[in-house]
Nanobody, 126 residues
Framework: QVQLVESGGGPVPAGGALRLSCAVSKNEYSSNCMGWFRQAPGKEREAVAAITTGSGRTYYADSVKGRFTISQDNAKNTVYLQMNSLKPEDTAMYYC???????????????????WGQGTQVTVSS
């Protein structure tokens, strides 16, 4: 059974930074589509960033471009989301998602992902 384990969330003041990690428990593929999503209370889950592991090609939501960076460490089967210049509107539960043995063609919809982590809370105070 594939499991995704996220870590790195927490409280942070506006303008601060956090790095989220997502470790994949089992990976037999050289290429996966990995995504980060977030969901604030009362709002729909939205895609934040995506990466094709192997090629390293990335995609970002307009709201986070220039502030967030998605990256990979294939040796550790881990994907990261570096979040800089955080704003109160970035407050949400952040989820990691995976589609194994595939590539990302764009910033993927949540419906495109089979595996999900449990989420990690990010709270940005003003």
């Amino acid at each position: 059974q594939v499991q995704l384990v996220e870590s790195g969330g927490g409280p942070v003041p506006a303008g601060g930074a956090l790095r989220l990690s997502c470790a994949v428990s089992k990976n037999e593929y050289s290429s996966n589509c990995m995504g980060w999503f977030r969901q604030a209370p009362g709002k729909e889950r939205e895609a934040v960033a995506a990466i094709t592991t192997g090629s390293g090609r990335t995609y970002y939501a307009d709201s986070v471009k220039g502030r967030f960076t998605i990256s990979q460490d294939n040796a550790k089967n881990t994907v990261y989301l570096q979040m800089n210049s955080l704003k109160p509107e970035d407050t949400a539960m952040y989820y990691c998602a995976a589609r194994l043995g595939d590539v990302c063609l764009r910033l993927q919809s949540a419906l495109d992902f089979r595996y999900w982590g449990q989420g990690t809370q990010v709270t940005v105070s003003s």
